[in-house]
Antibody
Framework: EVQLVESGGGLVQPGRSLKLSCAASGFTFSSFAMAWVRQAPKKGLEWVATITSGGSNTYYVDSVKGRFTISRDNAKSTLYLQMDSLRSEDTATYYC????????????WGQGVMVTVSS | AIVLNQSPSSIVASQGEKVTITCRASSSISSNYLHWYQQKPGAFPKLVIYSTSYRASGIPSRFSGSGSGTSYSFTISRVEAEDVATYYCQQGSSNPLTFGSGTKLEIK
């Protein structure tokens, strides 16, 4: 059974940093791209970042480029999102999602972790 | 970026009714890269349809999808109470990956 479990969320002040983790199990983690998708309160879904299976390529939405870093540790089957210079507009539930090899859909999602940026 | 215009933004339907949601892309997408998700209240999103018309694992046959180019649709043939959710289309054709704004389905 595929499981994705996020952790690391919380309340943080504007300009500070936070690092999210996503522990994966139930599939060969090193074979699949992984992504972070976020959802602001009462809003729709927004793709944040994707990392390829080996970790060599990363992609970001413009609004987080230069501030967020997606990474992975295939030995630990864990995905990360380092979030620096946080802004109030980064307040959202962050979901870890498993990508598919060719069609770039997300076939499994974690339960999400809340990040609140506020003074 | 490819913008996905999803309509309607909300639907109120009776159980047993057929409902259709439309997703129009700002530029042409291969049908391989258009997907649909269901997000029930308080829950994480769930893949329902991938590559325009393929049902994900465990998805009932009342859910279907079709389309090509810039115009895609998602249909529930006979709505059930458990289908109350917000539905999103998503394109995987090019970065940034984008989602439609969502369609909220409610039951009368």
């Amino acid at each position: 059974e595929v499981q994705l479990v996020e952790s690391g969320g919380g309340l943080v002040q504007p300009g500070r940093s936070l690092k999210l983790s996503c522990a994966a199990s139930g599939f060969t983690f090193s074979s699949f791209a992984m992504a972070w998708v976020r959802q602001a309160p009462k809003k729709g879904l927004e793709w944040v970042a994707t990392i390829t299976s080996g970790g060599s390529n990363t992609y970001y939405v413009d609004s987080v480029k230069g501030r967020f870093t997606i990474s992975r540790d295939n030995a630990k089957s864990t995905l990360y999102l380092q979030m620096d210079s946080l802004r109030s507009e980064d307040t959202a539930t962050y979901y870890c999602a498993k990508g598919t090899i060719i069609t770039k859909d997300f076939d499994y999602w974690g339960q999400g972790v809340m990040v609140t940026v506020s003074s | 970026a490819i913008v996905l215009n999803q309509s309607p933004s909300s639907i109120v339907a009776s159980q047993g009714e057929k409902v259709t949601i439309t997703c129009r892309a700002s530029s042409s997408i291969s049908s391989n890269y258009l997907h649909w998700y269901q997000q029930k209240p308080g829950a994480f999103p769930k893949l329902v349809i991938y590559s325009t018309s393929y049902r994900a694992s465990g998805i009932p046959s009342r859910f279907s999808g079709s389309g090509s180019g810039t115009s895609y649709s998602f249909t529930i043939s006979r709505v059930e109470a458990e289908d109350v959710a917000t539905y999103y289309c998503q394109q995987g054709s090019s970065n940034p990956l984008t989602f439609g704004s969502g369609t909220k389905l409610e039951i009368k």
